[in-house]
């Protein structure tokens, strides 16, 4: 009897924990029908979306037909939206990959030695006023654009003023970063220090879809324009180097190669320098086959296409140097490195002269220029006319200084904009032959500063901040190009490179305070009280 009541009372177990089980279970699935399969499916994103402070009646947040309707409305109109749409979602995937990564990364912004560099005091200093005579557009909404479809593509003023740029009646916001790039152009800097629409130029030059190329006439080598749906164009420079290779010591600064990274890292330099003299560059990996080849209108180019032996897409152009089969450009099969280099404003809308460097050298392959054979050049120069009133002689030191960093030996003329006459900025383009060498120093590049013995005190007191530590020039240029999409866009012996060309600046302008009766007239001040 004892026995059967045992296993009566075994079975009542089992059978009960059985049915405890498959209710435990019944409970979880119906759990989980009862949640919204979107949910699941886009949690993180609608967390990463509320963090960057999207409210909830977003768009963005919306379903997926409501979101593509958006879209469509955008579009009939204007793009911004979208624009904004896609940037918002691009910032949540990146916040929803550094919380992957970790919370180790999450001040990594915080320690950021570029945007310290940036609120330094240095950084800081106000340039002047800018008045309607100051600005390259005088911006006049009630007037509208015509668009010129044949030729650059440039917008083109019905006006007869050529200093009036129309906006026609479209608010600011609306206008492609191209065109508010161009309209922000000033006589006193290309762009402001703390320029909030950097990014999304940059970004545009590296993601716009392009729809024309075309071969840019003049110039030594191979250079195309480029030409996207928003009527912005860019210049592009295809890769012709490695990141480790250096120029051969044997080659002539003339017949050196230009270089897609050089342009890529001079334009970050020069805003570390704090010039912002350069028009903003981004790499880009080109489709040869359908961002080139497919859509070019330009037949002396289309003729130059042809299939490697390796079954890669090469073509090489027209150009003085470096355009044959022998120096063709090939893609990996047709992928293509190269910069993309935001362009200037067209000259008929905006003049540019262009001034021969008293620098220039002799291009030839035994003379030499006549500042290489006169240490007392420089006295001449000052009594030349525009170097001999107002700051262009400083503006060239400054331009010297930015080239011997980069060892770049082709700076034969540069340019201003005619509206501003002799008081304003130098243009500094064309930067393709830089950081060809990182084992050499070449010190004839710096014959501005050693003879003249002058420089800006601003830009002194730059420089001897970006030889510290905790601004070392290497690091900062290190993480301005870490942002890029062909990063890493330097090899590491360039950057180091920098930081023992820097030292020799300060100590050329050191030789020159030891040797001078009047400080004041090595260093000269353009900051006064402001620091």
């Known amino acids: 009897m004892r026995r059967r009541l045992q296993t009566l009372f075994q079975r009542k177990f089992k059978v009960s924990l059985l049915f405890l089980l498959f209710l435990a279970l019944l409970v979880h699935l119906v759990m989980d029908l009862a949640l919204p399969a979107a949910c699941r499916r886009c949690g993180c994103d609608m967390k990463a979306l509320k963090a960057l402070g999207v409210p909830s009646g977003s768009p963005v947040l919306a379903s997926p037909k409501k979101l593509s309707l958006r879209i469509l409305q955008d579009f009939s109109g204007s793009n911004s939206s979208l624009e904004k749409s896609s940037q918002l979602q691009r910032r949540a995937g990146q916040l929803g990959r550094q919380r992957r990564h970790g919370e180790g990364n999450t001040g990594q912004n915080e320690r950021s030695k570029l945007e310290a560099l940036f609120k330094h005091p240095l950084y800081n200093i106000p340039v002047p006023a ?27 003023s019905s006006s007869k003023a050529e200093t009036l740029l129309p906006t026609g009646k479209t608010a600011y916001d609306t206008y492609p970063a191209w065109l508010k790039f161009h309209v922000g152009i000033n006589r006193y800097e290309l762009y402001p220090r703390r320029d909030p629409l950097m990014p999304t130029l940059l970004r545009d030059l590296a993601t716009q879809r392009i729809v024309s190329s075309v071969q840019k006439s003049g110039g030594t080598q ?18 012709k180097q490695t990141r480790d290779q250096e120029t051969p010591i044997d080659f002539f600064y003339f017949s050196d190669f230009e270089r897609h990274n050089a342009e890529i890292a001079a334009f970050h330099l020069d805003r570390i320098l704090d010039f912002r003299r350069i028009p903003p560059v981004s790499g880009r990996l080109v489709n040869i086959t359908k961002e080139i080849r497919d859509i070019t209108t330009d037949k002396k180019l289309a003729k130059t296409f042809f299939i490697s032996p390796a079954g890669n897409v ?15 450009l090939c893609g990996k099969p047709d992928r293509l490195e190269g910069s993309m280099a935001a362009l200037l404003p067209d000259k008929t809308l905006a003049k540019r002269r262009s001034w021969r460097s008293p620098w220039r050298r002799s291009y030839h392959k035994s003379k030499k220029a006549e500042w290489e054979l006169n240490p ?16 262009r002689l400083l503006d060239l030191i400054d331009m010297a200084v930015l080239d011997f960093l ?22 500094h383009l064309d930067n393709g032959r830089g950081f060809g060498t990182h084992s050499r ?23 001897q901040l970006l030889a510290t530590p905790s601004y070392r020039l290497s690091d900062l240029l290190r993480e301005a190009l870490a942002t890029d999409p062909l990063a890493p866009v330097l090899a590491e012996p360039h950057l180091r490179a920098l930081d023992r060309r820097l030292g020799k600046v300060l100590a050329a302008v050191g030789h020159c305070l030891a040797r001078a009766a009047h400080p004041d007239k090595v260093l000269v001040d353009d900051v006064g009280s402001q620091v």
Request: aromatic share 14%; net charge neutral.
């Open 130 to 156: 800018v008045t309607e005579k100051d600005k390259l557009f005088v911006v006049n909404p009630m007037e509208k654009f015509s668009l010129r479809s044949s030729g650059s593509d440039e917008w083109v």
């Open 222 to 239: 191979l250079k195309l324009i480029m030409t996207f749906p928003n009527y912005g164009q860019a210049l592009f420079k295809p890769m």
């Open 314 to 328: 090469c073509f090489y152009g027209e150009c003085s140097y470096y355009c044959s089969t022998e120096h063709a």
């Open 376 to 391: 007392n050049y420089c006295a001449q120069v000052r009594e030349t006319p525009p170097y001999d009133r107002g700051h």
């Open 406 to 427: 980069m060892g770049n030996m082709d700076r034969h003329h540069y340019e201003t904009f005619e509206k501003f006459g002799n008081d304003t900025f130098l243009l």
């Open 441 to 463: 120093d070449e010190l004839s590049i710096l014959a501005p500063l050693r003879q003249c013995c002058s420089i800006k005190k601003s830009t002194y007191l730059r420089l």
